[in-house]
């Protein structure tokens, strides 16, 4: 009994760098996706693996948004004060050895909006357009991208109504990413930023909310039209 405990204690104390954690997630989500896909309908789809891959990436990232919610306070005093803060992360997030429980801990991930706060002050901000869009993401766009995952391959509805949930959901993204580049421009949060990290930080992280997205909508638009799952099968 006590080497059970033991075995279990050291089990969960196990910790490996965060980037790890995150192949972890993306192979268990996609491949187990792609596999699930395989076995109902004996096809590698590749608008079903490129949607299930983009849907993997922000259902983690909905749980990084939620996090901005809940530790706005401490990015706030992290971003603000860095020497008054004793409590203030240090070093490479993403090489951080870390437990299973601490990849799911909010405290975690509002490192990786400090980070992004350099780019993009507004996210040290409860007041910016940043903030609420993303935190707004986190919340409304979980389940139904869970959702879409899911009945991608498993027939729980109709392909009409998929296609509308995925009408709402990457047309919701679209848009909002787009609303997000206006305002950063706009409101001239580029000035002072090196053209690199502009380019590869700002540019490439968000612009795969506007070219997946749009896969996405193309993709309900033939589940509707065609009311077949041809165009995933």
Same mark, same amino acid.
């Given at each position: 009994?006590?080497?059970?405990?033991?075995?279990?204690?050291?089990?969960?104390?196990?910790?490996?760098?965060?980037?790890?954690?995150?192949?972890?997630?993306?192979?268990?989500?996609?491949?187990?996706?792609?596999?699930?896909?395989?076995?109902?309908?004996?096809?590698?789809?590749?608008?079903?693996?490129?949607?299930?891959f983009f849907l993997a990436i922000n259902l983690l990232i909905c749980g990084w948004e939620i996090s901005l919610w809940h530790r706005i306070a401490d990015i706030r005093r992290w971003f603000h004060d860095p020497r008054g803060s004793d409590?203030?992360?240090?070093?490479?997030?993403?090489?951080?050895?870390?437990?299973?429980?601490?990849?799911?801990?909010?405290?975690?991930?509002?490192?990786?909006?400090?980070?992004?706060?350099?780019?993009?002050? +507004?996210?040290?901000?409860?007041?910016?357009?940043?903030?609420?869009?993303?935190?707004?993401?986190?919340?409304?766009?979980?389940?139904?991208?869970?959702?879409?995952?899911?009945?991608?391959?498993?027939?729980?509805?109709?392909?009409?109504?998929? +296609?509308?949930? +995925?009408?709402?959901?990457?047309?919701?993204?679209?848009?909002?990413?787009?609303?997000?580049?206006?305002?950063?421009?706009?409101?001239?949060?580029?000035?002072?930023?090196?053209?690199?990290?502009?380019?590869?930080?700002?540019? +490439?992280?968000?612009?795969?909310?506007?070219?997946?997205?749009?896969?996405?909508?193309?993709?309900?638009?033939?589940?509707?039209?065609?009311?077949?799952?041809?165009?995933?099968?």
């Amino acid at each position: 009994m006590e080497s059970s405990v033991s075995a279990s204690a050291v089990s969960a104390a196990r910790r490996y760098p965060v980037w790890i954690w995150l192949v972890a997630w993306m192979i268990a989500l996609v491949g187990g996706s792609v596999l699930l896909h395989w076995s109902w309908h004996g096809v590698v789809n590749g608008w079903q693996i490129t949607l299930a891959f983009f849907l993997a990436i922000n259902l983690l990232i909905c749980g990084w948004e939620i996090s901005l919610w809940h530790r706005i306070a401490d990015i706030r005093r992290w971003f603000h004060d860095p020497r008054g803060s004793d409590d203030r992360p240090r070093g490479n997030l993403y090489t951080t050895p870390v437990s299973a429980r601490e990849f799911a801990s909010t405290r975690l991930w509002a490192r990786t909006w400090l980070g992004y706060a350099y780019w993009d002050d +507004g996210y040290a901000d409860p007041k910016s357009f940043g903030f609420a869009i993303d935190v707004g993401n986190g919340f409304s766009t979980a389940l139904p991208s869970a959702f879409f995952l899911v009945a991608m391959t498993v027939p729980l509805v109709s392909p009409v109504v998929l +296609g509308i949930v +995925g009408l709402l959901l990457f047309y919701q993204k679209f848009y909002c990413t787009c609303l997000y580049f206006f305002q950063y421009f706009y409101n001239q949060r580029w000035r002072e930023r090196s053209l690199g990290g502009l380019i590869g930080v700002v540019g +490439g992280t968000n612009s795969a909310w506007l070219v997946f997205p749009a896969i996405g909508f193309y993709v309900s638009v033939r589940l509707v039209v065609e009311r077949s799952f041809d165009v995933l099968r």
